[in-house]
């Protein structure tokens, strides 16, 4: 296709933090005129064949609840499919995007990029530095050299961050950092406080995503006090889930898209801003040369 493939993705099993990555990036390439389109796999979705359009309000048990959270979040065309070839060729056909960014894919077979973008997570770290089976790599550290750039979250040094996790690379390297927490009520999604606004109350804090202690640990440093309940990553929850949480709720974007609809009262939902002005500008200088080549 004439339309430039962005690829977003990590070589390290669990949550490095990218699907922020791309929402911010997304973010940026609006502002700066493009049209993107946004591809993902949709994981832990029931409608496991074919390709899918998600909208805000899509049942997240059918297309993933990731997609869903980034449908509203982005405002843009999104499309799921397990073969994302077949999403890419969905959403430049569908819609006038100029740009498609894919969610995950870096080992993908057979999925056409022009850029490809590795995520790590510095509080994460690559662990033993094994491939599966013996450790959480997705494959061997040395590929990090067939990617277009390395962004690191979690830190506001992001060379160093990969000499402590023993990774050498010539390519670019972007830091991407998480910065202020809003919250909204889910029935305002406009109006939004600080984090800090709630300190001294109490909440039943939910958490269905691969790293919780990152989230817990941010509204203990505002002072909420928090009753800790944690869920596997794309836990599907269930009226007896919320029944049994209590209330109010607390919790992250990508979970509330599922408790939202299961909760008989509003819940307070926790926005995270990223910051990766660096890395935006430099993917939008990439797609500028490419549309004038």
Sequence with gaps: SQVPVVVIGNIVLGGTGKTPVVTNLVTALRAAGFSPGIVSRGYGRSGRTGTRAVTP????????????????????????????????????????????????GLQHEGLGRDLSIC????????????????????????????????????????????VHMGVSIQQPVFQSLNGSLAVYRSDQPDTRWPLTHFSGQTFQAVAGIANPKVFFDGLQDAGLLITEHVFADHHAYTEDDVALLGEP????EKDAVKLVHLSPSPIWVVALETEQAALNAWVIAQLQQWSTA
């Design 57 to 104: 309000y899509s049942d997240p048990v059918e297309v993933g609840d990731e997609p869903v959270m980034l449908a509203a979040q982005c405002g843009v065309p999104l499309i799921v499919g397990a073969r994302r070839r077949d999403a890419v060729h969905r959403v430049i056909h569908d819609h006038s995007v100029d740009v498609v960014v894919c969610d995950d």
């Design 119 to 162: 995520v790590f997570s510095a509080t994460q770290g690559i662990g033993n530095g094994q491939v599966l089976p013996f450790g959480p790599l997705r494959e061997p550290l040395d590929v990090v050299n067939d990617y277009d750039a390395v962004v690191v979250r979690h830190t506001d040094d992001a060379e160093a961050a990969l």
């Design 249 to 252: 709720l607390i919790t992250t």
